[in-house]
Structure formats: C-alpha cells, structure tokens
C-alpha cells in the first residue's frame, strides 16, 4: 500500500556550506571534515511535485540556504506549492536582490540567526557578524516597507549561553527584538558541546531545582517580549529527566540534505564522515546515521513507503525509542510554558 505523502514540515538544506568556522555550531567543531554540497533546482522541484501536501516547507540545515545559488528560484518553487515558506540564514549573504525576491514572493518569514547581542558576544558564531545580521533586517525592512508589504516576517532564533546569562543578554532580548523590529522569536539554549573546550558553557540543567529558576527566567523574558507585541517561544533541555519523545515527530517531517539524502532529521545525518559525534550532559554521544535514500536513485515516495522506515515512524507515534534516537538530546527538550 502506497500512502499519500502528507507533511507537517519539509525541512530542505539549500546548502551544506557555511563560514562559521569556530566556536559553538556543529560544523565549527568539525571544519575540517565537513561535506559541502548544495541541492540542485530540479532535485527540490521533483521533490515538490511527489508530496501531496505539506503545511511548511522550512530551508534550513545544517549550511547557509543563501550559499546556494539558485536559492531564490527555489523558495519560489516552495511558495507556489501553498505551503508557508520559511527561511533561515545567519544573514550574511542576504543582498538586495535577495530581499526584493523574498518580498515580491510573499515568502512567510525570514529566521536570523544569533549567538549574541552584541558584536563581541555573537563573535562565538566566528565567521559570521552581528552587523551583517542587522544589515540584512534593515535591507530587508526597506523592501518592504517601499512595497508596503508585511512579509516576509523577521525573526530571530537566539542560541542562549552560559555567558550569555550571566551577562545579562536574556533580560536584554526582549527591547533588543523590538529595536530591530522582529515579530518573533525562539531561545534556544546551548544543550550540546562540539568539543570539551565550549562544554562550560552549555546551559543544561541537573535537576528539577535548576530547571524551574532557569524556566522562570524564560518566562519572565516572554512576558517582557510580549508587552512589545513579540512572540517568543523557549525550549530547555532537563538533563536529570528520563524521557522519550521526539520534537521533530518524524511521522509528519522529514529532512532532504543537501547531497540528496533523505532522513527523518537534520540530526541523523551532519555531513561530517564518521566517526563524529558531540558532548551531551557530560557523555560523548555518536552521531547516528540514517540516510533512508538518495533522491539522486530513489523517488521520495518509494523512500518514504519503504517498511522500515514505516516502522520507525510508528516507534515515533508510540513513544518507543528506535535505535539511535534514545539518547538523542532534542529527546530532552521541554516547551517552556
């Protein structure tokens, strides 16, 4: 039996390549390994053609989108299909040509990337900068604003240190949204090491006790965003927490690399050649791999149908952790509410 292919989310990585080169990404603790490819415009347009519907279709992965050049034909692409379109990039290559694309074709939101609110603090993420990132929002903002649109919608996903908290950043966020107009936001804590020498500032609480102050932070920074007329949406991880239960639902998202390599996440398939792996809560915990096909030979609906990868979606929709998933630190991640 074939079924319909229906999606939540279709993640797409445009591109594998990134200048980060240092500091707190995945890639950055692995540059010298790292596989840079970028997805070719018909591959996604084939892609398209095989999905019956999907309610968003996010780039983003484990590159930069706009790394890719024919990003823009491809966004579009995405946009005709009905689904809300999203884009996410760390900025530095957004253009004028690039806004007035993503303006004229009504795509739903562009997602900025940040380590930091400031130059300094955001010079974690080295290879990109915070004033590219703010260039990027106000050539952005005047496109709009000249074509009298409200899309695309400008957001920002903050990576929360260890540092950064004591500094202060997290009670600073929410006036910072507002100066550089952002409608939304996500925090994101840094759960995961790329090495022992940036574990120190990964923020995941022990136990409940830990938990709850960190939370209550949280929260008091979403009100205080929220009285600016900005949403802002927390996730933390509880380390001292035993519990299974996948944030990206496998069984309504899938993730398409930028080689062609379908997997039910970014996670279970980094471009770095094993071994390769991270720090999580003090272990050292192995990348999995799961590449289900390659659309380079496979038809996503074949990859999609296959019993296996039936199965492991139905361990996903049961809670039942499937090999390489259980020790998976996105397993631990708690909606702050």
């Given amino acids: ?27 950055a603790g692995h540059k010298r390994r ?13 892609v398209l053609r095989q999905i019956h519907a999907v309610t968003e279709i996010r780039f983003h992965g484990w590159g930069d989108p706009l790394a890719n050049p024919d990003i823009l034909a491809m966004l579009g692409a995405a946009k005709h299909t009905g689904a809300r379109t999203v884009l996410v990039t ?3 290559r957004l253009t004028d040509e690039h806004a007035t694309a993503l303006v004229r074709d009504d795509i739903d939101a562009v997602v900025f990337l940040l380590a930091g609110l400031t130059e300094d603090t955001n010079f974690r993420r080295r290879g990109t900068s915070l004033y590219a990132v703010l260039a990027a929002i106000d050539r952005l903002g005047t496109v709009k604003a000249v074509h009298q649109s409200g899309l695309p919608e400008i957001r920002v996903r903050y990576t929360l240190t260890r540092s950064g908290l004591e500094s202060g950043e997290l009670d600073a966020l929410p006036q910072f949204l507002a100066d550089i107009g952002a409608a939304a936001a ?7 090491a790329t090495g022992p020498e940036t574990e120190y500032d990964t923020l995941v609480p022990a136990d409940q006790a830990a938990f709850d ?19 802002l949406d927390s996730r933390l991880v509880h380390g001292g927490q035993t519990r299974f239960r996948c944030p990206d639902t496998p069984a309504s998202n899938l993730f398409i690399a930028a080689d062609g390599a379908v997997s039910p996440c970014p996670l279970r398939n980094v471009p770095i050649p ?5 720090r999580f ?32 979606r139905y361990c996903h929709d049961t809670d039942t952790p499937p090999d390489g998933c259980a020790g998976c630190w996105r397993s631990f991640w708690v909606e702050v509410e």
């Fill in 1 to 27: 039996m074939t079924a319909p292919l229906v999606l939540d989310r279709l993640r797409i990585e445009a591109s594998s390549r990134s200048r980060a080169e240092i500091g707190y990404t995945i890639r």
């Fill in 213 to 231: 102050v960190l939370a209550a932070r949280l929260r008091a920074t979403a009100e205080a965003a929220g009285a600016r007329d900005i949403r």
């Fill in 281 to 312: 809560h003090g272990h050292d915990i192995a990348f999995p791999r799961d590449v289900r096909g390659n659309l380079h030979t496979d038809s996503l609906t074949a990859i999609w149908n296959a019993s296996e990868y039936r199965e492991f």
């Fill in 90 to 92: 760390d900025g530095s």
């Fill in 186 to 192: 996500a925090i994101r804590p840094l759960s995961y």
């Fill in 34 to 46: 790292w596989l840079d490819h970028d997805l070719p415009l018909p591959l996604l347009e084939k």
């Fill in 274 to 278: 094993d071994p390769a792996g991270y």
